[in-house]
């Protein structure tokens, strides 16, 4: 049972335009949602977090929402690059005062120049 | 240093083999995490050493022992694997709070059982 699902496994996006990639968790005890890359062959980078009090938080380029009650996040990305291009994970904070995460399904995002 | 180094990088090992996967950070995080990952599939957690004990263990076979010697350093030794074992094995590290600035990966080792 997949409690963290990318619907989109891939996704194309012109440079300049804004890269938007959703998450949707099912678990409404999650506490805290983090967005990572991954290149090939390197191990996730962390991007952005945001707390499941916030609706918004923005870093740069980077801006993660959230909407509880749809139980849904995204992150945009404006303008988006080609070095952007990676697979992104959202992943859930499960279980409060523990380290346990859970991490999406990835999409892939190609940014074509 | 805000790196996670992992040893080897590729691994290729026999279902009678014993060998171990080596993690050490130096930024002075008192969490350790092992995460499994198989092709086109999200990094599954597998267990979580915190101040040096071991805070998770998802259910993982025996066949995988992790173990934590101090606080920089984190293995996980190999035993008898199945070839659908075959998978990238990932070490992460965290502050505390990790929630705010999440966990720094290592490499990973792609590990191959023959």
């Known amino acids: 049972d997949q409690q963290v699902k990318q619907n989109s496994p891939s996704l194309s996006v012109q440079e300049g335009r804004i890269s938007i990639l959703n998450c949707d968790y099912t678990?409404?005890?999650?506490?805290?949602f983090l967005w990572y890359k991954k290149y090939p062959a390197e191990g996730p980078t962390f991007l952005i977090s945001?707390?499941?009090?916030?609706d918004k938080n923005e870093d740069g380029r980077f801006t993660v929402f959230l909407n509880k009650s749809a139980k849904h996040l995204s992150l945009h990305i404006v303008p988006s690059q080609p070095g952007d291009s990676a697979v992104y994970f959202c992943a859930a904070h499960a279980l409060s005062g523990t380290y346990k995460y859970i991490f999406g399904t990835g999409t892939r995002l190609k940014v074509l120049a | 240093d805000t790196e996670v180094t992992q040893t080897p990088k590729h691994l290729v090992m026999g279902m009678t083999n014993k060998k171990s996967l080596k993690c050490e950070q130096h930024m002075g995080h008192r969490a350790m995490y092992w995460y499994k990952q198989k092709a086109k599939k999200p990094p599954e957690l597998m267990f979580v050493y915190s101040y040096e004990k071991l805070s998770i263990n998802e259910s993982v076979p025996s066949r995988f022992s992790p173990e934590c010697p101090n606080s920089s350093l984190l293995n996980l030794h190999l035993h008898a694997l199945q070839p659908e074992d075959s998978a990238l094995y990932l070490c992460?590290?965290?502050?505390?709070?990790?929630?705010?600035?999440?966990?720094?990966f290592g490499q990973g080792t792609r590990l191959t059982v023959v």
């Open positions: 992460a590290s965290s502050h505390q709070k990790a929630l705010k600035k999440g966990a720094f």
């Open positions: 678990n409404s005890m999650f506490d805290y």
């Open positions: 945001i707390s499941s009090i916030k």
